[in-house]
C-alpha cells in the first residue's frame, strides 16, 4: 500500500542568496522525495522563504524598498537558483501569506487555551532614532572588560569577554550610529516545561530522531527544566502583529515552521486537497529536513508547539552536518563561498547532486568538498562508470534496435534486480553514500562486459551483426538499471536515458524487467567530464563577488575574528543561559583553588576525586566528571577554578562540597579551566 508523505525542509532566509552549503539539504531532501514518488509513495515537498524578523527590515531600508518588495524579489532569486540544481517541490511559499497569518493565530490561541503563554519584563537597548529594540548584533562599542573598541553586543573578539549590550561603555546602534537607550518592554514567552512530560517521551521513543540527536537533547537540555520560549518582539518589527497584545510581533522562530502548514495549505486550494488530510490524519508520514544548527527549535519547540494544537507531529526529522570545503569552513576570502548562480555559470549541477550523494550518510558526520576528489569522482564514477556505458553501445543498435529477447548476460542484470532492495533501503535511511556505493557495483560489474566483447570490434565484420546487437542489448539494459537506481539524484541523466530508449523512467520496477525489441534513438552525449579549469573560474568569480560585497573598512576585530576562525558550534551546541543580574552572579563564589590530590572513583565512570585546597586550612572535596580526559596524577599540584559556596551533596562515593569549572561537551573533550600565573588559591573571581 503506497505511504503518504509529506516532507519539509528548513526554510531559506529572505536575507540572502542561496550558496552551496545551503544545498546540502535541499539537495538531500530532493533526492529523498524523488525516490519516494519513484517508489509508488505519495509524497509531496513543501518549503517557503522565511520573511520575518529585524533582519529583513534593515535590508528593506537599505535597499530603498518595502519589506514585501524585498522577499518578493529574494522569493524570484531563491526559487530560480532551486530550480537550476533540479530541486522540485510541490508548492513553495512564504512565511509572509495570509495562509501564514491565519495559522499562527490558531496556534496562538492554542497555547494561551492550554495557559502556556507567560508574560516577563526583558532590558534591552533601544535606538531612539530607528524607534526599535537592538539585537546584539545592531550594537557595537567598547569591551567593558578589555576597553577594546568597537566590539559587538555579547562578547569581545579581543579578550573573549561576554557581556549584555548593556554593559559595553559607550555603545553605538549600527543601524542609525545613535546611542541607544535602556528601555523595558514586555515579552511574551511559551511556558516549555509544562511540555516537559511529552517531549522527554516523545524525543527518547518512536525513531523519530538520530539516536545522537535523541542522546544530546536528553544530556543538555531534558535532564533538567526548560527554559521559557521568548516568542514576541516589540515594534517596529516585519511580521505579523499579535492579536491580544498589540504592538508586539510573533519572533520570526515563532511563525516559520507554520509555514510548513501555510504552504501545504496553498497546495491543497490549487489541488481541491483537504489541509486536515496531510496534517491532522495519524496515517501521514511527516518527515523534516534540517541541518544541526536548529535542532533545538525543530526537537522541542516545534513539537510542542504542534503537540498543543493538535497537528500531526513529525514522524522522523532528519538532520545533518555542515559542508566544509577542502577542510575547511566555506570562506570568502579563499572563494570557497560558492553561491548557487555563481556555481550554475560554471559548473553542471548534476555533479554537485552526485558528489552530495556520495558523502550523505544518516548520520549528523560534516561533509568535505574536497574540490580535486570532486572532478576526480564525477570524472571517475558518472563519466568512466555510468554513462561509459550508452557511449559505448547505443550508436551501434541506432538502426537496428535492441534484441527482440534478452541475451544472456551472465546473471548481470539479475544481480542488479536483486541489489534493488538494498539500493532501496539504503535510500530509506537517508544513507545516500551507501546507496551509490551499490550502484557503482553494479556499473563496475557491467563495464567488463562492454570491454570483453568490444562491440567497436564486431562491428566491423556483417557476420557479428547479431551479436552486436546482443552485447549492446545488454550494455544498454544495464545503463538503464543503474539510471534507474540513480535517478532521484541524477534526474536530467534519466530524462535523457528515457528519451534514448523511448522508454520514460518513472517507476523504480523498471529496474526489474529489461527493455527488448524497442528502437534506440540517436545517441547523444549525456554528460561532460569535469574541467578544473572551470572549478578554477568558479573559485575565482566567488572571490570577486566577496571583494566587491565586502565593505571598504577593517578593523581589528574582523581580522582577528578572521585568523582565529572560531567555529559557531559550541553556541549551536549549548545556547546562552537565560540574562541574569550582576545581583544573580554575585552570589556564586568562584574561587582559585589547587588541587591537593586526585584519585580513581572505580566505581563511578566518570568521575574522579579531588580534593581543593583554598589556602590555609580551608580544602574542599569534590568530585568530577573529568575521568575520560585526565589522570589524576597529573591534576596534583595544578590550579582550578571552582564554585567555593555550592551547596554540599551526598553521594554514593562521599560528600561532594563545590563544583570545578570546565568547557567542553563532555567525554575526552573537557578543559579544566585555570587562572593566569600569579594567582593564589582562595582568591575570590569577580
Not at 520573511?51 to 519589506?67: L, P
Not at 509544562?194 to 521513543?205: A, P, R, V
Not at 579563499?334 to 558528489?355: E, N
Request: aromatic share 10%; charged share 25%; net charge negative.
Amino acid at each position: 500500500m503506497a505511504r503518504r508523505i509529506l516532507v519539509t525542509s528548513a526554510l531559506p532566509y529572505a536575507n540572502g542568496p542561496i550558496h552551496i552549503g545551503h544545498l546540502v539539504e535541499y539537495i538531500q531532501t530532493d533526492i529523498w522525495v524523488r525516490f519516494q514518488k519513484l517508489f509508488g509513495n505519495d509524497c509531496r515537498y513543501f518549503c517557503a522563504d522565511d520573511t520575518h524578523g529585524t533582519a529583513i527590515m534593515i535590508s528593506a531600508q537599505k535597499n530603498g524598498v518595502t519589506e514585501e518588495e524585498f522577499i518578493a524579489k529574494m522569493s524570484q532569486e531563491h526559487q530560480q537558483d532551486f530550480a537550476g540544481f533540479g530541486i522540485q517541490f510541490d508548492n513553495y511559499g512564504s512565511t509572509h501569506s495570509d495562509e501564514n497569518r491565519e495559522l499562527c493565530a490558531e496556534f496562538w490561541q492554542s497555547l494561551r487555551d492550554a495557559d502556556l503563554v507567560v508574560e516577563k519584563d526583558v532590558h534591552q537597548l533601544f535606538d531612539p532614532e530607528k524607534k526599535t529594540f537592538l539585537a546584539d548584533r545592531f550594537v557595537r562599542g567598547t569591551c567593558p572588560k578589555c576597553q577594546s573598541e568597537n566590539q559587538p553586543g555579547d562578547n569581545c573578539s579581543k579578550c573573549g569577554a561576554a557581556y549584555t549590550p548593556a554593559d559595553l561603555i559607550d555603545p553605538k546602534s549600527t543601524l542609525s550610529g545613535a546611542t541607544p537607550e535602556l528601555k523595558t518592554a514586555k515579552h511574551l514567552f511559551v511556558h516549555l516545561e509544562k511540555l516537559h512530560g511529552f517531549l522527554d517521551e516523545w524525543t527518547q521513543s518512536g525513531n523519530h530522531l538520530q539516536d545522537e540527536v535523541a542522546n544530546y537533547l536528553k544530556g543538555h537540555f531534558l535532564h533538567d527544566e526548560l527554559r521559557d520560549w521568548d516568542i514576541s518582539r516589540p515594534g517596529p518589527y516585519f511580521g505579523f502583529e499579535i492579536p491580544d497584545s498589540p504592538g508586539d510581533y510573533w519572533y520570526v522562530w515563532f511563525d516559520a515552521p507554520i509555514g510548513y502548514i501555510a504552504s501545504t495549505w496553498q497546495w491543497c486550494k490549487a489541488n481541491g486537497e483537504d489541509l486536515a488530510a496531510w496534517w491532522n490524519n495519524p496515517e501521514t508520514e511527516v518527515h523534516h529536513f534540517i541541518g544541526k544548527d536548529i535542532t533545538y527549535f525543530h526537537t522541542l519547540f516545534w513539537p510542542g508547539m504542534l503537540k498543543t494544537a493538535g497537528y500531526n507531529l513529525p514522524t522522523k526529522v532528519h538532520i545533518h552536518g555542515f559542508l566544509t570545503v577542502d577542510g575547511k569552513k566555506m570562506s570568502k576570502s579563499d572563494g570557497t563561498f560558492v553561491k548557487a548562480a555563481t556555481y550554475l555559470k560554471h559548473l553542471d549541477p548534476a555533479y554537485l547532486r552526485y558528489f552530495y550523494a556520495s558523502k550523505l550518510g544518516p548520520r549528523l558526520d560534516d561533509l568535505d568538498m574536497n574540490l580535486e576528489e570532486f572532478a576526480d569522482k564525477i570524472n571517475s564514477d558518472l563519466i568512466g562508470k555510468v554513462v561509459n556505458l550508452a557511449s559505448r553501445t547505443a550508436k551501434f543498435v541506432e538502426k537496428t534496435g535492441l534484441s527482440a529477447e534478452y541475451p544472456d548476460d551472465g546473471g548481470l542484470f539479475e544481480k542488479g534486480v536483486a541489489a534493488g532492495d538494498q539500493i532501496a533501503k539504503a535510500y530509506e535511511d537517508c544513507d545516500l553514500n551507501k546507496a551509490m556505493r551499490l550502484i557503482l557495483e553494479l556499473a563496475d560489474a557491467a563495464n567488463p562486459f562492454i570491454e570483453a566483447n568490444k562491440p567497436w570490434e564486431l562491428r566491423k565484420d556483417p557476420a557479428n551483426a547479431q551479436k552486436l546487437q546482443d552485447v549492446c542489448t545488454v550494455g544498454l539494459n544495464l545503463f538503464r538499471q543503474i539510471v534507474v537506481y540513480l535517478s532521484p539524484v541524477l534526474p536530467k541523466l534519466a530524462e535523457q536515458t528515457g528519451e534514448l530508449l523511448n522508454d520514460p523512467i518513472t517507476s523504480w520496477d523498471q529496474a526489474k524487467t529489461p527493455l527488448t525489441g524497442t528502437t534506440v534513438n540517436k545517441f547523444n552525449h549525456l554528460m561532460k567530464r569535469v574541467e578544473t579549469d572551470k572549478v578554477k573560474a568558479m573559485i575565482d568569480d566567488s572571490k570577486e563577488e566577496a571583494a566587491a560585497d565586502a565593505p571598504a573598512e577593517n578593523n581589528q576585530a574582523a581580522e582577528t575574528a578572521a585568523k582565529f576562525d572560531d567555529s559557531a558550534q559550541p553556541m549551536v551546541d549549548e545556547p546562552m543561559a537565560e540574562e541574569c543580574t550582576i545581583d544573580d552572579f554575585v552570589k556564586v563564589d568562584l574561587r582559585v583553588a589547587r588541587v591537593l590530590s586526585a584519585e580513581q572513583v572505580p566505581e563511578a565512570r566518570k568521575l574522579l576525586k579531588l580534593t581543593l585546597g583554598l589556602g590555609g586550612d580551608h580544602r574542599k572535596q569534590v568530585f568530577a566528571g573529568i575521568k575520560a580526559a585526565y589522570k589524576p596524577e597529573d591534576l596534583v599540584g595544578r590550579l582550578v577554578v571552582m564554585v567555593a559556596n555550592l551547596k554540599p551533596r551526598q553521594m554514593k562515593f562521599g560528600l561532594s562540597e563545590g563544583m570545578v569549572c570546565a568547557s567542553g561537551p563532555g567525554g575526552e573533550e573537557v578543559f579544566l579551566l585555570s587562572p593566569d600565573d600569579g594567582a593564589k588559591p582562595g582568591q575570590r573571581i569577580h
